[in-house]
C-alpha cells in the first residue's frame, strides 16, 4: 500500500490504525518476503559465526577524552526548572475554533537562557559528583559487553542482531521494518540491515544504552529538549522536541549525537509491540544557528536509515519564514514514505487531529504537565551492581535464541 498524508490523516480522523503491511496482517506475498529476509539472515548468521566488529565509536572516544577537560561553569540552581517551558501556543476555552498559534510575549527566559549560553559540556555524573564535592557511584565503574565474548574492543555481529531483534516483542517487528522501508525489495532490505548492525556494533550502542543518561549531557536532559509525554489518538507514544534549545555549543556534535541516539534507543524498548512513534517537533523560537547542518543531516539517518519505518507522523509547529531555509536543507533526504508522515501545523486545531488535548503539553497550551527531569541517586541502578545476576540472566537469553 502507498502511504500517502491524506491516508494518514483519514488514519487519525477515525483513530483506525492501518494494519497493512503490518505483522499479523501481511498478504500471502508478503509473508514469503518477510521468509525470504530471514532465510538471507539466517544463511549470513550461520556462514559469518564468530564475524568480529571493531568498535570505532566517536562518540564513545570523544566523550571519553573530551568531557572531563572542559571547564565548568557555576551550578545553575535546580529549583526553577519549570520555568525552562514557555507557553508557544494561544489557546484558551472558548476561544474561535480556530485557534491561532501566537508568541504570548516570548522573551528568554532567565534559566533557559542561563542554560543556553553557560557552554558546560558535563555529563549527568560529573554534574552529580560536582555539587555533591565527591564521587557518587551511580554506575559499576567498569563495563563489559552483555555477549559470548567480553571484549570492549570489538563486537560479535551476531550477539549485536540478536539483541536489537529480540528487543521487540517479536523479531519480525524489527525485520520487517526495513522491507517495507526498501519497497519490499528482500534483497535492498537485508543490505540495510547489515549495514544498521554493523553501524550499532561500531558504535558500540549497546555500551550507551547501558550508561543510559548517566553519561549523557547534563544540560541537555534538563534542558528537555526531547521528551517522551503521553501518546498520540492512535495510541503510539507521543514524543515532545523543543528545536529552540538544540544549543549553540552543538559544534561539539558528539555531544548531541549521543544524545539523540539514546534517545532513539528509549523509544525502540518502549515500543516493543509496534515500531511507530509520534513526533511533535516545536519549531517556535527556533533560528538556524539550533539547527547545524551536521546535525541536520545525522537526525535524517537515524530517522531514515537506522531506525527506519519507526514514525507515525512528524508534526511541525512553525512560526517563523526562516523554517523555509531548514526545509531546504532536508527535504532532499527524506524518502517518500516519511515525506508523507510530515505535516505542518499552524492552528492548535491542526494539532488535535493527531493528538488529544489531555496529552498536548501544557506550555503549547494542551492540558499535559510535564515531569522535568530528576536528578539521579546514588540506588537508582542498584541492579546494575549485581554482575552476577546479570551473567545469568544473559546466558539464559543466549540459550533462547540459540
Known sequence: MTITQAS?????????????????????????????????????????????????????????????????DETIDMQDNEQVTRRAWKFTKGESTVRKLGLLNRKPVDHERQLLERHVCETTQEYVDRVSGHHVPLLPTSYFPSFKYPDNATRNWRDVFWAIASAKQHPDIWVHRYLRANGWDTNKAFVCIQ?????????????????????????????????????????????????????????QSFVFKRYLIHQFETIQHITRSHSRITMLCDFTGFSMDNTPFNIVHFLVTLGTKHYAESTSVLILLVDSWLFANFWSLIRPFLDASLSARIV????????????????????LGGLNKIDMMKVPEVNDNCKLFDEKRRQMAEIEWREKVE
Request: charged share 25%.
Open 344 to 363: 505542518f501545523a499552524k492552528t492548535m486545531n491542526d494539532v488535535l487531529v493527531f493528538i488529544d488535548e489531555s496529552q498536548v503539553p501544557e506550555e
Open 195 to 251: 549495514s544498521v548492525i554493523e553501524w550499532r556494533a561500531a558504535q558500540a550502542l549497546d555500551q550507551i544504552n547501558w550508561e543510559g543518561d548517566i553519561c549523557l549531557g547534563f544540560d541537555e536532559q534538563r534542558l528537555g529538549i526531547l521528551q517522551l509525554v503521553g501518546h498520540d489518538k492512535l495510541g503510539f507514544p507521543l514524543t515532545y522536541f523543543r528545536v529552540r534549545r538544540i544549543m549553540p555549543r552543538a559544534n
Open 8 to 72: 494518514v490523516i483519514q488514519e487519525y480522523k477515525t483513530r483506525t490504525h492501518n494494519t497493512d503491511e503490518s505483522p499479523g496482517y501481511f498478504t500471502t506475498d508478503e509473508l514469503q518476503k518477510l521468509a525470504n529476509l530471514w532465510s538471507l539472515i539466517i544463511d549470513y548468521l550461520a556462514a559469518n559465526k564468530d564475524k568480529r566488529i571493531t568498535v570505532n565509536s566517536e562518540l564513545l572516544e570523544r566523550v571519553k577524552n573530551t568531557w572531563p577537560d572542559l571547564r565548568q
